[in-house]
């Protein structure tokens, strides 16, 4: 990585947030000026105001006129994160929730504030360099793609993924990669690919409630198995869970769980990997958050540990560039020619100008950038939803501590049910994903997931507020 | 329809072809010459002229220098129709065939003369015109369409699809329409939605492979219906099997059917809408053909007779746009929101731009008449395929009339096996799809169904040659 200017108040303001972080600097302390800031570090006045400026968008610091700049977070004062759920008895045919489909249909009134997408708004994706992006595809694909591409996909889209791949450690061809229409395509695929109705799969818990209702749309039995918020799936109790409940499948998000936010350590994953192995069972691997890290490095992925084929990784352009293209794949390792197979049959192949597009996209440097920047404003987001919430919130809320992703999930005392309170608030004109629709057990009632995908604003403070006095008159 | 200059020429020139094939004008008879027929027609030369290409294109006539016009087709010559095939015993269980992989196979090589797509080649697309609407989409959508659209698809699309209803005798509103990727994409839908895997469906026979690797992959039986060349499925035996069989669903063609090319007239749908009626069960009726009739009129669709919302209609813009855009619509009737469900939960909505682009197109027009140039030009190219067939394959060989669509069928010597032939065609860079993969039984072993959707050319006409030899080789 280059050293810039850009870099240099990252790391002015990196120190800072370490010395906030610590309680070194707390609550109400002055910060120096910046001009002595600027002397201090050896830096620009502008490198000085730049690093404040990013302190400020955090919601870490203040500046008020006339005197300077003041610490006004500290981390002490965060709610509690939750504890990992507890095992449940026994696999369970899938029903499909009324509930989801009503708050599936809230998600697309504009005139709500909405805490409910697990996805980026509109105004952060690159709409203008994808249409140009669309344009330059338009004139290279043969017959400006009227024609079909051929079912794996378009070359120069697969080319650019496995060029990809190396940024979460895999060294993939364009051979092994399967294009799809979106994630959610892909996922399907391969747990058709992979299972027969009546089969069992295992899924974390609290799962996206997208992926139980696949799971039943298919036929399948769903084993929920304990999830850590920080560290993910319970790797002990699912090793013990494969030859007691039959599971035929796992199918787990291992970096940014949806919707707790848990990222499964290296060595855990590792783990997962030989468990697999030992059972001769496949892993769907839904890594569609894992580009939306908040640290210093991308996450790896368990397709990185993986020798015997027995993962199939799947991925998309959604959550990054353009939910509307539907442009996903997937490296299906062993199933491919299933897969294949698969997609022929239900779809004859992909559209061919939206994964042209993405493709031209991806060739010109552009897609590390625009994440770049994405992430940035993704952390503070966070950050400012973070501090409304214990703010507003009642002090006894158990709250995630994402490092990546689009959500966070909050746990509330027992006596508040978050579909009474989502009603409340959609009366508001307030909006969010009820706890009780991430499982097929009747549990998580008293939990809500909080989307912090929209830009902080007026109205977004307004509507956590609301949510604050709406939960402190139910509990 | 306005009377043009167009049309004059066209008159004049179905009033030959109906002497012709009346026989009144037999092979070797000389036409009057152009200023003779102008002046008998009282047309300008240059009609007179337009006249005589169009049978000439059509295959009807040559021109012979310093001499004139002449016939060279005869109707009496042309190949017998094939019979309606024998019925089976019993529905069967699904198995794939590596037939079926090998014949897609060599679709996609180009140094092959291709008598194997059901599909137009590029050259025939709007390729520029298309891509003109698309650069309008980019622009009139939102964000230029990287946000998700409504499940249901792209409003102003589902409005055109609406208003271009009436050409099939529909009625209906945007909002019974619901896009798809393709029409495969609605018949796995449809096809999902409505039955369990176990059950059993009714397909014509012989079927699209496609149709019946769809029925595999959802673990579903199929019952084949024997079904005539000419008016297609066979109503009375499937009045009676639908007991017999507990048959759940129908998934016919309805309009040229693919391989035989049948098409159903309006009172045999009338007779099924009310079968089904009688039963209670669904069809989903595919009319991925229906625009590409030969004759005067667009056929029906059985939807249009349907008013218990039990005909789930399927169709898309790959026949006659753009196959690469997989843009494709269903009316699902009575089951719209379990079509919608099973969308949602497959893919969350279709690609937003493919199907904005083909809506712009459909808007100004250019559809209908983009449509009438492709229509005259199958119908030509089909003419000049079956005059070479006659010519070149051996005279007890029996030959469809499809009236519409792109393939026909050549029913062969019963000691003919079209799979070896295959495979020595293709040795000789000629291909085709066998008989024996439109059916689950051991069967249609010494037929073949060749399209003629590429223009007329040495290379066709070789290729048919090349055929014609390996056939009698064989018998």
Redesign the interface.
């Known amino acids: 990585m280059i050293k810039t200017a850009e870099h240099l108040y990252i790391q002015i303001a990196e120190k800072l947030e370490l010395l906030i972080e610590k309680e070194v600097l707390k609550i109400g302390d002055k910060l120096p000026s910046v001009r002595t800031m600027s002397e201090e570090q050896g830096v620009s006045m502008s490198t000085a105001f730049q690093a404040y400026y990013h302190l400020e968008s955090k919601g870490l610091i203040e500046s008020r006129p006339k005197s300077g700049y003041y610490v006004i977070f500290s981390p002490r004062r965060l709610p509690e994160m939750p504890k990992k759920c507890e095992a449940v008895r026994d696999a369970c045919e899938v029903s ?1 929730h009324e509930m989801i ?1 009503t708050v ?1 249909q809230s998600m ?1 009134n504009q005139e709500i504030t909405r805490f409910t997408s697990a ?1 980026p708004p ?1 105004s952060l ?4 360099k ?2 140009k992006a ?2 330059q595809a ?1 004139r290279k694909t ?9 079912v794996q996909g378009n070359p120069g889209l697969r080319r650019q993924i496995a060029r990809h791949s190396v940024l979460w450690g895999g060294a993939v061809s364009e051979d092994d990669v399967v294009t799809t ?2 994630c ?2 892909a996922l ?1 695929l391969c747990l ?1 690919a992979i299972t ?2 009546g089969d069992t799969i295992a899924l974390e818990s609290p799962s996206y409630y ?1 992926s139980l ?2 799971a ?2 298919l ?1 399948l039995k769903v084993l929920e198995v304990p999830t850590d918020p920080t560290t993910g799936v319970d790797l002990d109790y699912l090793d013990k869970a494969i030859p007691r409940h039959k599971i035929k499948a796992c199918l787990f998000v291992t970096n940014f769980t949806n919707p707790l936010g848990a990222c499964m350590p290296d060595k855990h994953k590792q783990q997962l990997v030989r468990i697999l192995e030992k059972y001769e069972i496949p892993l769907i691997e839904d890594d569609i958050y894992g580009d939306m890290y908040f640290g210093k490095e991308r996450p790896a992925v368990c397709k990185s540990f993986d020798t015997s084929g027995l993962v199939l990784l799947c991925n998309s352009f959604s959550k990054s ?7 996903g794949w997937t490296l299906p390792g062993r199933y491919k020619e299933k897969i294949l ?2 997609k ?11 994964g042209a597009a993405i493709a031209c996209f991806l060739e010109n440097g552009r897609y590390e950038h625009h994440l770049r920047s994405m992430r940035k404003i993704l952390h503070t987001q966070y950050m400012r939803h973070l501090q409304a919430i214990r703010d507003y919130f009642p002090e006894d809320c158990c709250v995630t501590r994402p490092q990546g992703g689009f959500v966070l999930w909050v746990e509330l005392d027992p006596a508040v049910n978050t579909y009474e309170l989502y009603e409340l608030a959609l009366r508001q004109k307030v909006s969010f994903a009820p706890g009780r629709i991430f499982s097929l057990q009747d549990r998580y009632n008293n939990c809500m997931r909080i989307s912090y995908s929209n830009p902080w604003s007026k109205q977004i403070d307004d509507g956590l507020k609301t949510l604050g006095r709406l939960i402190r008159k139910l509990a």
């Open positions: 499909v489909s599936s697309s996805a509109e994706l690159p709409a203008a994808i249409s669309m344009i338009l043969p017959y400006a793609g009227v024609g079909y591409e051929p229409s979106g959610m395509d399907t058709s027969q109705p997208g209702q696949l039943e749309s036929g560039v353009a939910p509307g293209y539907r442009v197979q698969m022929r049959n239900h779809s004859i192949s992909s559209p061919s100008l939206p």
